[in-house]
Antibody, heavy 127, light 105 residues
């Protein structure tokens, strides 16, 4: 069974940094791109970032570009989201999701769908 | 950018409902639909615009190809009460529609 478990969320002051982690199991992690998606309280879904299976191709949403950084460690089956210069507008539930292309691998950040998703980790930015 | 409509709808059990998603440019069928219920993570319903995810009831269907896409729920059931999102995966930044809240009368 594919499982994604996020961690690292919590209460942080504006201007500070935070690192989120997502540990994956149940599939060949190094064959799949991974994504971070967030959901602001009571709002819709916003794509935050994605990383290809080998980590060489990365994309960011407009609102986080230049402040957030994604990386992965295939030896640890983990993907990370480094969040810098946090503002109250970054308060959200952050989901980790696996890219799926219908086959045994899905290397690219694009041309796929997100399945499954983790349960999310809540980030609250407040003074 | 993905423009989804309506933002909400209310219908009776057994009704047929349609949700529309319009892309700001061609996305060549790289359009996915997700269902999210309260307190839960989203789940994929349709991928590649017209393909039903395994395990999803056949009353869900999708259509569209370049810019305008639709999700149709035939024979609406009470368990279909949820928020539905479209998402394009043609290019980064990947984008989601604003969501459609489906309520059962």
């Amino acid at each position: 069974e594919v499982q994604l478990v996020e961690s690292g969320g919590g209460l942080v002051q504006p201007g500070r940094s935070l690192r989120l982690s997502c540990v994956a199991s149940g599939f060949n992690f190094d064959e799949y791109a991974m994504h971070w998606v967030r959901q602001l309280p009571g709002k819709g879904l916003e794509w935050v970032s994605g990383i290809s299976s080998n980590g060489h191709s990365i994309g960011y949403g407009h609102s986080v570009s230049g402040r957030f950084s994604i990386s992965r460690d295939n030896a640890k089956n983990s993907v990370y989201l480094y969040m810098y210069s946090l503002t109250t507008e970054d308060t959200a539930l952050y989901y980790c999701a696996k890219a799926t292309c219908g086959g045994e691998s899905c290397h690219s950040v694009a041309y796929n769908w997100l399945d499954p998703w983790g349960h999310g980790t809540l980030v609250t930015v407040s003074s | 950018q993905m423009t989804q409509s309506p933002s909400s709808l209310s219908a009776f059990v057994g009704d047929r409902v349609t949700i529309t998603c319009r892309a700001s440019q061609r996305i060549d069928g790289y359009l996915n639909w997700y269902q999210q219920k309260p307190g839960k993570a989203p789940k994929v319903l349709m991928y590649g615009a017209v393909n039903l995810q395994s395990g999803v009831p056949s009353r869900f269907s999708g259509s569209g190809s370049e810019i305008v896409f639709t999700l149709t729920i035939s024979n609406l059931q009470s368990e279909d009460s949820a928020i539905y999102y479209c998402q394009q995966s043609y290019s980064t930044p990947i984008t989601f529609g604003g969501g459609t809240k489906v309520e059962i009368k």
